[in-house]
């Protein structure tokens, strides 16, 4: 898995683990494209990988939509953690009622010459303000519909895979891999 992000690996892996499979960490900087698409994102950056020449390779992105924003920072995540942070979102959620979002993650697998997504999304809404100082990212501010409450920066790694966009798409990732 190519990422420079060691929360994302230790995520997959352990979904991984439980098909059998191992998932080794690619300390690599990917190229990252803005696009308007996870799903473009992901695949041009395993495709522009040399080390995908010679082993299979996954690459993951993801992105929170935030429905009264009409789906913001969605392929822009990134960005707007390192521009408003979380202080901002939660500033431009102040007093927003429909704090509905969702969490969508695009895994890229590059092998024999052929690309292959597979996606994973979680509903849930956007926290009043940060809880949790586990995880990263948006985790303090993202509860799931179906949980108990508490936000993925309230979790341990496991309870968040239960549930997570991640999660569910490194199990069909899992299932493809594993299926005859
Ligand atoms: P990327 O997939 O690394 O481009 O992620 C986009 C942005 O969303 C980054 O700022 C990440 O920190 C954040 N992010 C990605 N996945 C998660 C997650 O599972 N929880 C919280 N934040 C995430």
Redesign the pocket.
């Known amino acids: 898995m190519a990422t420079g992000?060691p929360h994302k690996h230790r995520e997959a892996r352990i979904v991984l683990m439980g098909y059998g499979l191992d998932l080794r960490r690619l300390d690599v900087k990917r190229l990252e494209i803005q696009a308007d698409t996870l799903e473009e994102v992901a695949a041009y950056s395993v495709e522009h990988l040399p080390e995908a020449e010679v082993r299979p390779v996954v690459v993951?992105?993801?992105?929170?939509f935030i429905h009264h924003l009409r789906g913001f920072p969605g392929p822009y995540?990134?960005y707007a953690?390192r521009t408003i942070g979380l202080g901002g979102v939660l500033k431009l959620m102040r007093d927003v009622p429909n704090r509905e979002a969702t969490?969508r993650s695009v895994v890229a697998l590059r092998w024999r010459g052929e690309t292959r997504l597979f996606v994973g999304e979680v509903e849930g809404r956007i926290a009043e303000e940060i809880r949790g100082s586990r995880?990263?990212?948006?985790?303090p501010i993202?509860i799931p519909d179906e949980g108990d409450g508490r936000t993925?920066g309230e979790m341990d790694t496991r309870e968040k895979n239960t549930l997570?966009h991640?999660a569910r798409a490194f199990r069909r990732l899992a299932l493809w891999l594993t299926s005859p």
């Open positions: 992000n993951e992105d993801a992105g929170l995540s990134s953690l969490f995880g990263f990212g948006y985790d993202f993925f997570s991640r």
